[in-house]
C-alpha cells in the first residue's frame, strides 16, 4: 500500500511539474523568435539540460544525457537501468513512471468494463422488466375474466332466487299478481 501511495503522488507531481514547466517555457518565450538550436544529447552535463529536450535521456548512474532510444518503447538496462534512467524529469525513475502509467491505465480499463457491466445489466433487466409487465397484464386480464364469469354465475343464481320467490315479474308464472291499469 506504500508503495503504491508513492507511485501515485510521484505520478501526480509529475503530471503538475509538466504542467507548471510546459506553461512557465510558453510564458518566457516570444512567438516571434525562432526555436531554438538542439545542442545533441550527449554534449549536455545536468539533468534539467538534458531533459529540456524531449529526445534526451538523462542516467543518474553514470551522469551521462543520451539519445533516447526511439526503437524500443521502454530503453533497454544496456543504455541505462530503469530505477536510474530519467526522462521529463529529474525527479521521476523511469520505472516508478511505468508503473504509475499502468496504474492509470489499468483504473481507466477497469472502469470502462464496469461501466460496460452495469450497462449490458440495466439493459438486460430492463428487457426482464418488459416480460414481467407482459406476464402481469395476462394475470391480470385472466383475473378479470373470471372475476366476470362469477359476476355472471352470481346474477343468474340470484335470478333464479327472486323468480322463485316472486320478486320478479314473469310472464310464464301463473299465479303472478294482477296489475291494475
Known amino acids: 500500500m506504500g508503495k503504491f501511495l508513492v507511485f501515485w503522488s510521484t505520478f501526480l507531481l509529475m503530471c503538475v511539474a509538466f504542467s507548471f514547466s510546459e506553461s512557465d517555457s510558453t510564458t518566457t518565450q516570444q512567438p516571434t523568435t525562432a526555436p531554438p538550436v538542439r545542442k545533441p544529447c550527449n ?62 491505465l489499468g483504473v481507466l480499463l477497469l472502469a470502462v468494463t464496469v461501466c460496460c457491466c452495469c450497462c449490458c445489466c440495466k439493459r438486460r433487466s430492463s428487457s426482464s422488466f418488459d416480460r414481467d409487465d407482459e406476464q402481469f397484464a395476462r394475470r391480470r386480464e385472466e383475473i378479470r375474466q373470471r372475476a366476470d364469469e362469477r359476476r355472471v354465475e352470481r346474477k343468474t343464481k340470484h335470478d333464479e332466487i327472486r323468480k322463485k320467490y316472486g320478486l320478479i315479474p314473469d310472464s310464464d308464472h301463473p299465479y303472478s299478481k294482477f296489475e291494475n291499469e
Open 43 to 104: 554534449t549536455l552535463t545536468s539533468c534539467e539540460t538534458c531533459l529540456a529536450n524531449v529526445s534526451c535521456l538523462w542516467c543518474l548512474t553514470n551522469s551521462s544525457c543520451s539519445d533516447y532510444p526511439v526503437s524500443y518503447i521502454i530503453p533497454p538496462s544496456s543504455v541505462c537501468k530503469l530505477s536510474q534512467a530519467r526522462w521529463g524529469v529529474c525527479w521521476v525513475n523511469f520505472e516508478a513512471l511505468i508503473i504509475a502509467m499502468a496504474v492509470v
